[in-house]
């Protein structure tokens, strides 16, 4: 498997914003990094409900989770990223140059990242 940039996605498209006393909406890397650390933040809360340590450096764990147990990403497969002048990237299944592995499936992440899984992961 290929590990690049991005290693993972997030749904941000029209997120208001408020800039020097305006509102805005606003979408794209800046919206969607600070979503899925919100989801780390849960899995980590999970974690330590569990009486688990929080997860660390995570990307070991995100590439092992997309080997392993797939599922805990919705891969994104279709869809492409023109701009500047090239055609960009187009999405396919598993890890690619526009999505990565793909969104956060927050159940099955928890899942594993609690040891509830069906798959065993060592995190
Ligand atoms: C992308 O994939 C989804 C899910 O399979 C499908 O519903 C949608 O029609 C596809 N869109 C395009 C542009 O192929
Ligand atoms: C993306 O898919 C389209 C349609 O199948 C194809 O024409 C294009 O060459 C692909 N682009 C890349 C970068 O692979």
Same mark, same amino acid.
Request: contains cysteine.
């Given at each position: ?7 993972? &996605? ?6 208001? %914003?408020?800039?020097?006393?305006? +509102?805005?909406? %606003?979408?794209? #890397? +800046?919206?969607? &990094?600070?979503?899925?650390? $919100?989801?780390? +933040? *849960?899995?980590?809360? &999970? ?16 590439? @092992?989770? $997309?080997?392993? &147990? ?5 891969? %994104? !497969? ?14 396919? @299944? $598993?890890?690619?140059?526009? !999505? $990565? *592995? ?5 159940? @099955? *992440?928890?899942?594993?990242? #609690?040891?509830?899984? !069906?798959? @065993?992961?060592? !995190?």
């Amino acid at each position: 498997m290929p590990i690049g940039i991005p290693d993972v &996605a997030a749904l941000a498209d029209l997120f208001l %914003i408020f800039l020097g006393g305006e +509102s805005g909406l %606003i979408g794209g #890397t +800046s919206a969607a &990094a600070p979503t899925f650390a $919100g989801f780390v +933040s *849960l899995l980590n809360d &999970a974690r330590l409900r569990s009486g688990l340590p929080t997860l660390g450096f995570l990307n070991p764990l995100i590439y @092992k989770i $997309g080997e392993l &147990a797939p599922t805990g990403f919705n891969d %994104i !497969t279709n869809g492409s990223n023109p701009g500047c002048g090239t055609e960009g990237f187009n999405a396919t @299944k $598993g890890w690619d140059p526009i !999505t $990565g *592995l793909g969104t956060p499936n927050f159940g @099955k *992440l928890k899942d594993i990242v #609690t040891g509830k899984s !069906t798959i @065993k992961i060592n !995190t």
